[in-house]
C-alpha cells in the first residue's frame, strides 16, 4: 500500500475516526447524508471509480466533504491500493494524461528511476531492471541502443516533454488575434463541429487561433483559445472532463483560470461551455450535456448578455 506523497499529512485522520468525530460534533449518527456532495465529485469521473466504500468504513464518496482532512484509501484499475486525502486526489490532474497519474505505483512502474552503474562512463545503464554490459548480449537480458550525445535515454525522454518557446510569435499589441502556427489542432470532432456552426451562424472573422497576451502563460506570449470571434472580442472554450477524466479538473482547472484571467487583461471575454459535471469558472459558462442547435442559440444569447443584442445581432447570417 502506498501513501500518496510517500508521507502522511500531519493533520490528516483515518476515516473511521473522522467519521466518529464528525458525528460527535454534529450530534446525529449520520453527519452527512448519502449523496450530500455528489454536485463536488461529479467531475471526478476518475475518483468515482477509484473509490470503494467497503475499503473506506462503507462510507460513500458523496458523504466525504472535498476539503475533508482525511485519509481515504483509493484503488487504481491495476489493484493498486493507496492512501489520499480528498484535496491530494483532486489536485492530481496535471498535464500528465496517462492513467498511471493516478497511482502512484503506476507513476513509478511507468517511468522507473534511473540507477547508474559501474559502466555509466562507456554507455552501460541501468533503469531499475538489472545491470546491463556488454556481456550481457545473449544473455536474455536487454541490451539498450547505442547513447546519443552523452544522454541517457531517460533525459533525452524528460528533454522532449518540454514544450519550447513559440518564436514566431509576431510582434502585435497586446490583445490582438493572429493566426499562430504554434497552436494545437482541434482536440475533437465535436470542437471542430462547434466552430464550424458558429462560424454558420455568425459572420465574423474565421482562421484566427492566438490572442497576443502581456505576459507569459507557459512560456508563450500568447494564448489559443478553441474558437475566436475576434470582431466580438469573445473567446470560446469547449470543455470535457476527457477519455480518463484528466481533462479540465484540478491542476488543469487552475491553468484554465489563469488562460481566463490573461484573455480578459488583454480585452477579451471567455465563454466557456463545461459538460460532463464540470462546474462553471466565469460569469458567462454555460453548463450543456451535448451540442446542437438549441446549444448554438444559447450560446448567442451569452453573446448577446456580454455585448449587448444590436451589436451582436449585426453579425447573425
Not at 488543469?252 to 484571467?261: F, L, P, Q, S, T
Amino acid at each position: 500500500m502506498w501513501v500518496a506523497g510517500g508521507t502522511v499529512p500531519r493533520m490528516a485522520e483515518r476515516v473511521e475516526a473522522w467519521w466518529a468525530r464528525r458525528q460527535f460534533s454534529r450530534g446525529a449518527e449520520v453527519p452527512y447524508p448519502v449523496g450530500t456532495y455528489r454536485e463536488a465529485w461529479a467531475p471526478f469521473p476518475m475518483l468515482i471509480r477509484q473509490y470503494h466504500p467497503e475499503l473506506n468504513a462503507g462510507i460513500t464518496l458523496t458523504q466525504i466533504p472535498p476539503a475533508a482532512d482525511v485519509l481515504l484509501l483509493w484503488q487504481c484499475e491495476a489493484g493498486h491500493l493507496f492512501a489520499a486525502t480528498p484535496s491530494e486526489q483532486r489536485a492530481r490532474p496535471g498535464r500528465e494524461r496517462r492513467r498511471s497519474a493516478w497511482c502512484p505505483e503506476c507513476t513509478l512502474l511507468a517511468n522507473p528511476p534511473r540507477i547508474k552503474g559501474a559502466g555509466e562512463g562507456s554507455g552501460a545503464w541501468v533503469m531499475g531492471v538489472g545491470a546491463v554490459d556488454a556481456g550481457a548480449a545473449g544473455s536474455g537480458v536487454p541490451v539498450p541502443g547505442p547513447r546519443t550525445s552523452g544522454i541517457s535515454r531517460q533525459s533525452s525522454r524528460s528533454t522532449k516533454s518540454l514544450r519550447p518557446v513559440c518564436a514566431k510569435t509576431p510582434t502585435l499589441p497586446v490583445g490582438e488575434p493572429f493566426l499562430s502556427e504554434c497552436a494545437p489542432r482541434p482536440a475533437s470532432a465535436v470542437e471542430a463541429r462547434l466552430r464550424a456552426d458558429l462560424f454558420a451562424r455568425l459572420g465574423v472573422t474565421s482562421g484566427l487561433n492566438a490572442v497576443r497576451i502581456s505576459r507569459p502563460f507557459f512560456d508563450h506570449v500568447e494564448v489559443w483559445p478553441d474558437i475566436l470571434l475576434p470582431e466580438l472580442r469573445i473567446a470560446v472554450e469547449y470543455d470535457t472532463t476527457g477519455r480518463f477524466g484528466l481533462e479540465h479538473v484540478g491542476k488543469r482547472e487552475d491553468a484554465d483560470r489563469r488562460k481566463d484571467r490573461a484573455l480578459r487583461t488583454a480585452g477579451w471575454e471567455v465563454v466557456r461551455i463545461r459538460t460532463g459535471k464540470l462546474e462553471k469558472l466565469g460569469p458567462h459558462d454555460v453548463q450543456l450535456s451535448s451540442m446542437g442547435r438549441r446549444g448554438i442559440d444559447r450560446l448567442v444569447d451569452v453573446f448577446r448578455d456580454i455585448r449587448g443584442p444590436l451589436f451582436v445581432d449585426a453579425y447573425l447570417l
